[in-house]
């Protein structure tokens, strides 16, 4: 009796030990890459204000408008430096602009063209906001891309 309790209890043991490595290997083997985004900007009007740049992920994120990642960055010279840690790779796009006075909105005449930089990935869209395939970019690994402000 004790022989055949001790025999199922290491079988169970066995079996719940087996069930636990394998759910470890698993767990391992899912490759969860985390990437970091660099963008450079430049054309920046040095010492005005600061530079907010939006980060969307995908076509429905930037049609939306529903930001992933933002930044704020003095403007203190005319290129600097955003970086954007732990994506996962896939498709993104950017919009940013130059917010001299620091009233967090981009200020247009009264026509609606902007009086302050602005500026879109790829380098597109100087006359209006660009289509997501256009602005689209693609993060795998580490990845830099460069921005003007217009």
Do not use: R
Not at 69 to 77: C, D, E, P, Q, W
Not at 98 to 121: R, V, W
Not at 123 to 132: A, Q
């Amino acid at each position: 009796m004790l022989v055949k309790k001790l025999v199922s209890f290491s079988i169970a043991h066995l079996i719940l030990s087996l069930i636990g490595s394998l759910s470890m290997l698993i767990l391992l083997s899912l490759n969860v890459h985390a990437a970091d985004l660099t963008v450079k900007i430049s054309d920046i009007e040095q010492g005005k204000g600061h530079v907010l740049v939006a980060l969307y992920h995908g076509k429905d994120n930037y049609k939306n408008g529903e930001v992933i990642k933002a930044s704020k960055v003095k403007a203190t010279h005319k290129n600097e430096l955003v970086v954007f840690k732990d994506l996962i790779d896939g498709e993104y796009a950017i919009k940013m602009y130059q917010d001299e006075n620091d009233n967090e909105l981009l200020d247009t005449n009264m026509l609606g063209i902007p009086k302050e930089g602005y500026g879109f990935s790829n380098n597109v869209g100087m006359f209006g906001e660009p289509d997501y395939q256009e602005a689209k970019f693609t993060v795998k690994n580490n990845t830099i891309i460069e921005v003007d402000l217009f």
